[in-house]
């Protein structure tokens, strides 16, 4: 019945708003114009709502940077974040004013030249003097943006010194939670693979390598000492998991049959990241942030960053993988 | 009447509207098939925007769309997933590939280079067929046990090779691939035949500087497609091949549903490579043909010339060759090779140079204009502005170093669907609007159209420049809800405000529905050249017959841009302020270099 009801009422709105046009279109017919055509007074309206939508759009953007501007990440725990962020403000410096520019010069031009019959279009076909400018300084800009990019990439992307101190974290997705693994007292992490998954040795760890022995399996949360290098080793046991840590700048995705790396130093304790965000409850998280399956949308770690003391006490009282 | 005149009149029918081998209808068949594809798209996303600005909530709307995909109004998750994976693939590929270049290549090809048809008409009917059977297919994996394929538009294996892990990847992701292969037999089909009329079936004095944008943007389309899509059809039998008789290409050491798979030595990463070296010049494939379509409108309707033709020509060109080697950029993440991803990040920034020319070349075709702001003239503007809008933060995306924290999360989301959905849409209802007296003999309505580009531009932006905020926050993408991070937990009015744009912005397409079918039936009859243009297509009758001309096919003398030309004197040199490519050189005319 319901139904029948807005099938009527659609169909009334539909025949109606047809008819209205007929009438409008036979009315401006009888008044002798060319109905397709563009009026004058269109046309001019259409040339002020150019400038009304440049206007409206920037104090959309603006409005918008002001009311979520503090949703934003807070500052960056890691060193490298450090960079990631300079890099971000130079980009920026480089595109807002671009993104402004080109606007203003698009919609003022729509509003300044709409049509007039007292007016000839200027017939400008080229120039090859403002063509090789406009090819010329998005080249140098766009250099500056590739020098300073490559070189924080290499930065970021350079493995941790085996030689110095630094901690060796295992971390494995699945569908859909994450286990870590801590290298333990030798440094070394055992041999791992899907063929060793059995019952409680979720991780798959093979019990016959010495290397194994010391490590340390976590679930739930993993802790990172403040200011030492993290080396992390990603692997997924099912599918592509991606392992997120935004408030690191950090990101690595987990590949089934494939080792994936990243490492960071975490700068700032949670601790210490609750006074910053004024946010009592703040904790850094690790999410999965490649679709991975139904609950892709709720794959969490909780991740502690504490002084090198109270990382140390934490990790004593884990459990060697031997005396499970 | 006769049985036998009866059944004569029947065939006129099918072989007219049904298995025509006439570009002009072949054309209608792909804008119809498109739009109905895009309509779907759209009210997916507006579905799934109730359950990202609304979590958990009960709406009447999913129920009735949703059936058994969503139990009492609300979807489940996987099937969140499902639909965001149909919405990807068919607004990019059924509207926006096959949509938009089916219809417009059809549509211009022959018309704007002088031809008759295109060089076989019949495997250019095989190539609407081959799309509407896979549209069919498409259509009907929604519709198998387990749901449509739920793996995301970009089918990473193992979870699109794997019913385990999610139920799409059962018979509903079987059914994508099937259809994808046949989609993409069809993009062959059609692209080869616009490649090779455009190279041999121009007529005499059309030389390819004096080709219009469109053309060349067409051409080049083509070109990208011939090249990249045979690579997602192999990485596609390879998936089918993972997925059915027990290969390893893709897949390895895998532990799943409580048991290891036999599966050992492929690895996902090379399926990555695979897609991508189509994925990246797919996004031109779509864009081109609105860059095309836009830079003649805009230079049409400002009563000027396009600004540096050359350099636009060299543009396209640069681009295209650009995006073949720039897939990297998406899998920076991966952990492929850091040197690997600088190479990817070079490439991909370089693509902004001639990005950055076409803009300024646009605008610059706008200044001292004569500007008449037909709908498809506000369509085109508001390309320029989407293009800019979404480019500038490529930008970011591409820079490596950068992605590394935004990759996958909304940041990409809102870039993309500016700088490629919004740019090609426009580009599409730009073209419809400005082509549609030459494919229906009648004109839309106007002041519709006003009301539904600024409807739509407005929502646009708000659907799209908020999920910049969201990315930046760290919100990742393909997330059924935010609601189970404290984390993201500010970020619900956000989401709101999003949704509440992208509904009106559905409803707003409405317009544009009311519009075009009231035009087609019962609007105003065209003149021959409603839009006082140049280019060749506006020199055949109204009346479409086959052939496209009576009697000879006319002969080009000068480029499609001789907008407001005038002479020593400062007169038009034709009297008006355009001057048609069939016009000769006057005795003191000067020809610019074309
Ligand atoms: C009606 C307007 C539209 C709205 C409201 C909309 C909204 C969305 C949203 C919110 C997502 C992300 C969902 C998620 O990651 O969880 C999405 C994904 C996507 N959309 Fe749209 N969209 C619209 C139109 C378009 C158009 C015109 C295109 C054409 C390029 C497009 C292509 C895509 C693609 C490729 C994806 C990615 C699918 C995936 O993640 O696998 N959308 N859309
Ligand atoms: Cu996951
Ligand atoms: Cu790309």
């Given at each position: 019945m319901v139904a029948?009801?807005?099938?009527?009422?659609?169909?009334?709105?539909?025949?109606?708003?047809?008819?209205?046009?007929?009438?409008?279109?036979?009315?401006?017919?009888?008044?002798?114009?060319?109905?397709?055509?563009?009026?004058?007074?269109?046309?001019?309206?259409?040339?002020?709502?150019?400038?009304?939508?440049?206007?409206?759009?920037?104090?959309?953007f603006a409005w918008q940077v002001w009311k979520w501007g503090d949703l934003m990440l807070p500052v960056s725990a890691s060193e490298h974040g450090v960079i990631t962020d300079r890099l971000l403000n130079i980009t920026y410096a480089f595109i807002i004013p671009v993104f402004v520019i080109t606007h203003i010069f698009l919609f003022w031009f729509a509003y300044k030249y709409a049509y007039n019959s007292n007016r000839k279009a200027v017939f400008f076909s080229h120039s090859n003097k403002l063509e090789l400018i406009w090819t010329i300084i998005p080249s140098i800009a766009l250099t500056v943006l590739i020098l300073f990019g490559l070189s924080s990439w290499n930065e970021i992307m350079t493995p941790v010194d085996s030689e110095k101190e630094h901690v060796l974290i295992e971390v494995q997705a699945q569908q859909f939670s994450w286990n870590a693994r801590y290298a333990g007292t030798d440094g070394k992490l055992g041999r791992a693979g899907v063929e060793f998954i059995e019952g409680v040795n979720a991780m798959g760890v093979d019990i016959k390598d010495e290397n194994s022995k010391d490590d340390k399996i976590v679930r739930g949360e993993i802790h990172l000492p403040v200011g030492v290098p993290v080396q992390f080793v990603f692997r997924s046991i099912d599918v592509i998991h991606s392992a997120y840590m935004p408030h690191f700048r950090a990101q690595m995705n987990c590949v089934p049959g494939v080792k994936t790396q990243f490492n960071f130093v975490p700068t700032i304790t949670t601790e210490d990241m609750k006074k910053i965000t004024n946010n009592e409850d703040f904790n850094y998280i690790l999410l999965c942030n490649k679709i991975c399956g139904a609950a892709h949308y709720n794959m969490q770690m909780d991740i502690i960053v504490e002084s090198k003391e109270d990382y140390e006490k934490w990790l004593a009282e884990q459990k060697q993988f031997a005396e499970n | 009447?006769?049985?036998?005149?009866?059944?004569?009149?029947?065939?006129?029918?099918?072989?007219?509207?049904?298995?025509?081998?006439?570009?002009?209808?072949?054309?209608?068949?792909?804008?119809?098939?498109?739009?109905?594809?895009?309509?779907?798209?759209?009210?997916?996303?507006?579905?799934?925007?109730?359950?990202?600005?609304?979590?958990?909530?009960?709406?009447?709307?999913?129920?009735?769309?949703?059936?058994?995909?969503?139990?009492?109004?609300?979807?489940?998750?996987?099937?969140?997933?499902?639909?965001?994976?149909?919405?990807?693939?068919?607004?990019?590929?059924?509207?926006?590939?096959?949509?938009?270049?089916?219809?417009?290549?059809?549509?211009?090809?022959?018309?704007?280079?002088?031809?008759?048809?295109?060089?076989?008409?019949?495997?250019?009917?095989?190539?609407?067929?081959?799309?509407?059977?896979?549209?069919?297919?498409?259509?009907?994996?929604?519709?198998?046990?387990?749901?449509?394929?739920?793996?995301?538009?970009?089918?990473?294996?193992?979870?699109?090779?794997?019913?385990?892990?999610?139920?799409?990847?059962?018979?509903?992701?079987?059914?994508?691939?099937?259809?994808?292969?046949?989609?993409?037999?069809?993009?062959?089909?059609?692209?080869?035949?616009?490649?090779?009329?455009?190279?041999?079936?121009?007529?005499?004095?059309?030389?390819?500087?004096?080709?219009?944008?469109?053309?060349?943007?067409?051409?080049?389309?083509?070109?990208?497609?011939?090249?990249?899509?045979?690579?997602?059809?192999?990485?596609?039998?390879?998936?089918?091949?993972?997925?059915?008789?027990?290969?390893?290409?893709?897949?390895?050491?895998?532990?799943?549903?409580?048991?290891?798979?036999?599966?050992?030595?492929?690895?996902?990463?090379?399926?990555?490579?695979?897609?991508?070296?189509?994925?990246?010049?797919?996004?031109?494939?779509?864009?081109?043909?609105?860059?095309?379509?836009?830079?003649?409108?805009?230079?049409?309707?400002?009563?000027?010339?396009?600004?540096?033709?050359?350099?636009?020509?060299?543009?396209?060109?640069?681009?295209?060759?650009?995006?073949?080697?720039?897939?990297?950029?998406?899998?920076f993440v991966t952990g492929m090779n850091p040197f690997l991803g600088a190479v990817f990040t070079f490439t991909t920034l370089l693509i902004a140079i001639p990005s950055a020319v076409k803009v300024f070349n646009y605008i610059t075709t706008l200044w001292k204009g004569n500007i008449i702001f037909s709908p498809a003239m506000l369509f085109s503007i508001g390309l320029v502005s989407t293009f800019i809008s979404g480019g500038v933060t490529g930008l970011i995306l591409g820079d490596s170093a950068l992605d590394i924290n935004i990759h996958d999360t909304y940041f990409v989301v809102g870039h993309f669907h500016i700088v490629m959905g919004l740019s090609a849409i426009f580009g599409m209802f730009a073209g419809v609007y400005h082509w549609f007296p030459k494919m229906f003999g009648r004109m839309m309505n106007n002041t519709i159209g006003f009301f539904h580009f600024w409807i739509t531009i407005v929502c646009a932006y708000g659907v799209f420049f908020p999920m910049h905020f969201l990315g930046l926050a760290g919100v990742p993408r393909r997330y059924y809800t935010n609601s189970e991070f404290p984390l993201f937990d500010n970020m619900i009015d956000i989401n709101e405000l999003v949704t509440w744009f992208a509904i009106v912005a559905a409803f707003a397409q409405l317009l544009f529905v009311f519009n075009f079918f009231y035009s087609a039936l019962r609007g105003p009859r065209s003149s021959q050249n409603p839009w006082r243009a140049n280019s060749l297509e506006w020199t055949a009758p109204v009346e479409h017959i086959h052939g496209n001309w009576p009697g000879e096919i006319p002969e080009v003398h000068r480029w499609a841009y001789d907008y407001s030309k005038v002479d020593e004197n400062g007169e038009y040199v034709s009297g008006e302020d355009f001057i048609s490519q069939v016009v000769p050189l006057g005795p003191n005319e000067k020809d610019g270099g074309h």
């Amino acid at each position: 019945m319901v139904a029948l009801v807005a099938i009527v009422a659609v169909l009334l709105i539909v025949i109606s708003a047809v008819q209205t046009l007929k009438i409008a279109e036979l009315w401006a017919i009888n008044k002798g114009k060319v109905i397709y055509e563009v009026t004058k007074k269109q046309n001019k309206t259409q040339a002020l709502l150019m400038l009304v939508f440049l206007v409206a759009y920037f104090a959309f953007f603006a409005w918008q940077v002001w009311k979520w501007g503090d949703l934003m990440l807070p500052v960056s725990a890691s060193e490298h974040g450090v960079i990631t962020d300079r890099l971000l403000n130079i980009t920026y410096a480089f595109i807002i004013p671009v993104f402004v520019i080109t606007h203003i010069f698009l919609f003022w031009f729509a509003y300044k030249y709409a049509y007039n019959s007292n007016r000839k279009a200027v017939f400008f076909s080229h120039s090859n003097k403002l063509e090789l400018i406009w090819t010329i300084i998005p080249s140098i800009a766009l250099t500056v943006l590739i020098l300073f990019g490559l070189s924080s990439w290499n930065e970021i992307m350079t493995p941790v010194d085996s030689e110095k101190e630094h901690v060796l974290i295992e971390v494995q997705a699945q569908q859909f939670s994450w286990n870590a693994r801590y290298a333990g007292t030798d440094g070394k992490l055992g041999r791992a693979g899907v063929e060793f998954i059995e019952g409680v040795n979720a991780m798959g760890v093979d019990i016959k390598d010495e290397n194994s022995k010391d490590d340390k399996i976590v679930r739930g949360e993993i802790h990172l000492p403040v200011g030492v290098p993290v080396q992390f080793v990603f692997r997924s046991i099912d599918v592509i998991h991606s392992a997120y840590m935004p408030h690191f700048r950090a990101q690595m995705n987990c590949v089934p049959g494939v080792k994936t790396q990243f490492n960071f130093v975490p700068t700032i304790t949670t601790e210490d990241m609750k006074k910053i965000t004024n946010n009592e409850d703040f904790n850094y998280i690790l999410l999965c942030n490649k679709i991975c399956g139904a609950a892709h949308y709720n794959m969490q770690m909780d991740i502690i960053v504490e002084s090198k003391e109270d990382y140390e006490k934490w990790l004593a009282e884990q459990k060697q993988f031997a005396e499970n | 009447m006769s049985a036998t005149h009866h059944h004569h009149e029947e065939q006129d029918f099918l072989f007219k509207y049904i298995f025509s081998q006439d570009h002009k209808m072949i054309s209608k068949q792909f804008l119809i098939t498109g739009f109905l594809m895009g309509f779907i798209g759209m009210v997916m996303s507006t579905l799934f925007r109730l359950q990202l600005g609304f979590p958990g909530e009960s709406f009447w709307a999913i129920d009735f769309f949703l059936g058994s995909w969503a139990e009492n109004g609300v979807m489940a998750p996987d099937k969140y997933l499902a639909l965001v994976t149909m919405h990807g693939t068919i607004m990019v590929f059924f509207l926006l590939t096959a949509g938009l270049s089916g219809t417009f290549s059809n549509l211009l090809i022959p018309l704007q280079i002088g031809a008759r048809d295109m060089a076989s008409g019949f495997l250019n009917m095989l190539s609407y067929w081959f799309f509407f059977v896979s549209t069919i297919i498409m259509l009907i994996s929604l519709g198998v046990e387990g749901g449509s394929a739920s793996a995301g538009w970009t089918i990473y294996p193992p979870l699109s090779a794997l019913p385990q892990a999610i139920p799409g990847s059962g018979l509903g992701m079987t059914l994508w691939l099937v259809a994808m292969a046949i989609f993409i037999a069809s993009s062959l089909l059609g692209s080869l035949n616009y490649i090779v009329t455009i190279l041999n079936l121009r007529t005499k004095g059309m030389t390819m500087t004096r080709l219009p944008l469109t053309i060349w943007a067409f051409l080049v389309t083509a070109i990208l497609g011939v090249l990249s899509f045979p690579v997602l059809l192999s990485a596609a039998l390879l998936l089918i091949f993972d997925r059915s008789f027990g290969t390893s290409f893709y897949l390895s050491d895998i532990y799943i549903g409580g048991q290891v798979l036999e599966h050992s030595g492929g690895s996902p990463i090379l399926f990555e490579h695979l897609f991508w070296f189509l994925g990246h010049p797919e996004v031109y494939i779509v864009l081109l043909p609105a860059l095309g379509i836009t830079s003649e409108i805009v230079s049409t309707m400002s009563r000027k010339p396009i600004f540096g033709y050359r350099a636009m020509v060299t543009s396209i060109l640069a681009i295209a060759f650009l995006s073949v080697i720039v897939w990297g950029h998406h899998m920076f993440v991966t952990g492929m090779n850091p040197f690997l991803g600088a190479v990817f990040t070079f490439t991909t920034l370089l693509i902004a140079i001639p990005s950055a020319v076409k803009v300024f070349n646009y605008i610059t075709t706008l200044w001292k204009g004569n500007i008449i702001f037909s709908p498809a003239m506000l369509f085109s503007i508001g390309l320029v502005s989407t293009f800019i809008s979404g480019g500038v933060t490529g930008l970011i995306l591409g820079d490596s170093a950068l992605d590394i924290n935004i990759h996958d999360t909304y940041f990409v989301v809102g870039h993309f669907h500016i700088v490629m959905g919004l740019s090609a849409i426009f580009g599409m209802f730009a073209g419809v609007y400005h082509w549609f007296p030459k494919m229906f003999g009648r004109m839309m309505n106007n002041t519709i159209g006003f009301f539904h580009f600024w409807i739509t531009i407005v929502c646009a932006y708000g659907v799209f420049f908020p999920m910049h905020f969201l990315g930046l926050a760290g919100v990742p993408r393909r997330y059924y809800t935010n609601s189970e991070f404290p984390l993201f937990d500010n970020m619900i009015d956000i989401n709101e405000l999003v949704t509440w744009f992208a509904i009106v912005a559905a409803f707003a397409q409405l317009l544009f529905v009311f519009n075009f079918f009231y035009s087609a039936l019962r609007g105003p009859r065209s003149s021959q050249n409603p839009w006082r243009a140049n280019s060749l297509e506006w020199t055949a009758p109204v009346e479409h017959i086959h052939g496209n001309w009576p009697g000879e096919i006319p002969e080009v003398h000068r480029w499609a841009y001789d907008y407001s030309k005038v002479d020593e004197n400062g007169e038009y040199v034709s009297g008006e302020d355009f001057i048609s490519q069939v016009v000769p050189l006057g005795p003191n005319e000067k020809d610019g270099g074309h």
